[in-house]
């Protein structure tokens, strides 16, 4: 399930997952059933661990809170875009400042969750970073705290599924429109080249 991982870490690879993993194949395909609000429902939901992860370490550090804060906004119509955009990149942007493998990859996580707002296609590198993390953190035994996120995060997703409609929750109205997802047009895509 994880065979090229123990390759990709006598490179030196700094992300060890990819749309391609065998291990993160039911994840997407679950992940091109969803609407889009599903899927943004699901990353604010998941992000929640690595933030808090890099919060305790970082205190000082606030720019993906101020990212997550101004996304949860630009879902809800409140905010626009640019805004939510410059924040995603500012996120991004700590990985040139610190140098631990780990906190890189939850920091780019955290950005990829957030940027499936814009589009479903971003939802799967959440997974791809934050896995790489805990590989990164977990030399001895990563292959059962890899399995353990995975379900996770399928598990994430049923439930946010579940509650993605209810009245509390305010959509913007370009996540109101279920138009196709973008993860499935992708795979269609790749089946006809």
């Known amino acids: 399930m994880l065979e090229n991982i123990e390759e990709k870490l006598k490179k030196k690879n ?6 391609e993993s065998e291990c993160l ?3 997407i395909f679950l992940i091109q059933q969803q609407n889009h609000r599903t899927l943004v429902l699901w990353a604010f939901e998941c992000i929640k661990v690595p933030l808090k992860t890099l919060e305790r370490k970082y205190s000082e550090e606030f720019r993906a809170q101020n990212a997550f804060e101004i996304c949860q ?3 809800r119509g ?6 939510a955009k410059r ?3 500012e996120c991004h942007a700590v990985c040139k400042e610190i140098n631990d493998k780990s906190d890189i ?3 780019h996580a955290i950005g990829q969750g957030l940027s499936t707002i814009h589009v479903e296609t971003h939802a799967i590198g959440l997974p791809i970073y934050e896995l790489s993390a805990i590989v990164f953190s977990h030399k001895e035994d990563y292959e059962i705290k890899v399995k353990e996120k995975i379900e996770f995060y399928k598990r994430k997703i049923d439930e946010c599924k579940e509650k993605v ?3 509390d929750l ?3 109205g370009f996540l109101m429109k279920d138009k196709s997802n973008k993860e499935k047009l992708l795979a269609l895509k790749e089946i006809d080249n």
Do not use: G, N, V
Not at 14 to 19: D, E, G, M, P, V
Not at 78 to 83: I, L, N, R
């Open 170 to 172: 305010k959509w913007a």
């Open 14 to 19: 700094t992300i060890l997952f990819s749309r």
């Open 87 to 89: 924040a995603i990149l």
């Open 25 to 27: 194949q039911e994840l």
């Open 73 to 75: 906004r630009w879902a």
């Open 165 to 167: 409609d209810r009245s």
């Open 78 to 83: 409140e905010e626009k875009m640019p805004a």
């Open 105 to 107: 990859a939850l920091y």
